[in-house]
T-cell receptor, first 112, second 112 residues
Framework: AQSVTQPDIHITVSEGASLELRCNYS??????LFWYVQSPGQGLQLLLK??????LVQGIKGFEAEFKRSQSSFNLRKPSVHWSDAAEYFC??????????FGTGTRLQVFP | DAGVIQSPRHEVTEMGQEVTLRCKPI?????LFWYRQTMMRGLELLIY????????DSGMPEDRFSAKMPNASFSTLKIQPSEPRDSAVYFC??????????FGPGTRLTVL
């Protein structure tokens, strides 16, 4: 069955520290992979996406993610977190850009 | 660019009442998606349309839910009759076929 796992429900980091949010997927073929961010009371905003090609993908707000086929992972990283990055982050997978399966999300808290 | 517009932003109703949620997709987009977000089940795709035609409604929970897209600029999600377990945030998203989904701000539905 197709699925997405975000093993960390809640992560707390200090401002300026590095960040890595984990995402593992189960899928029959190479999927389309996405990271979205949701601020409180808002809809989801796309951070970055991977369809094919270079496995290191750059996104908005200084985020990047690396597709590792051997580990079925698509972890999100940022070298230095800002207080404004506090939000909920969702990993999603799909055969295309339409029928996406979302993970349960990771809530990021940033301390000054 | 106005983005995806949803109305109302908040809806409080009593069990048994009919609820209609509305969505205006981004102009030029030809795919539209309805999602439901709850604490228990996360973000679930309910139904999506392409060129105003329903493509996949396998996520619609039961016959009480129905969705229509009478034209390229408007869609509705109707719940009749509503039940307390329908309380959730309902998101609409739109895209151009094969491209990124853009989410609206959501409608928070509370059924008493």
């Amino acid at each position: 069955a197709q699925s997405v796992t975000q093993p960390d429900i809640h992560i707390t980091v200090s401002e300026g520290a590095s960040l890595e949010l984990r995402c593992n997927y189960s899928y029959g073929a190479t999927p389309y992979l996405f990271w979205y961010v949701q601020s409180p009371g808002q809809g989801l905003q796309l951070l970055l996406k991977y369809f094919s090609g270079d496995t290191l993908v750059q996104g908005i707000k200084g985020f990047e993610a690396e597709f590792k086929r051997s580990q079925s992972s698509f972890n999100l990283r940022k070298p230095s977190v800002h207080w404004s990055d506090a939000a909920e982050y969702f990993c999603a997978v799909g055969a295309n850009t339409d029928k996406l399966i979302f993970g349960t999300g990771t809530r990021l808290q940033v301390f000054p | 660019d106005a983005g995806v517009i949803q109305s109302p932003r908040h809806e409080v109703t009593e069990m048994g009442q009919e609820v209609t949620l509305r969505c205006k997709p981004i102009s030029g987009h030809n795919s539209l998606f309805w999602y439901r977000q709850t604490m228990m089940r996360g973000l679930e795709l309910l139904i999506y349309f392409n060129n105003n035609v329903p493509i996949d409604d396998s996520g619609m929970p039961e016959d009480r839910f129905s969705a229509k897209m009478p034209n390229a600029s408007f869609s509705t999600l109707k719940i009749q009759p509503s039940e307390p377990r329908d309380s959730a945030v309902y998101f609409c998203a739109s895209s151009f076929t094969g491209e990124t989904q853009y989410f609206g701000p959501g409608t928070r539905l509370t059924v008493l």
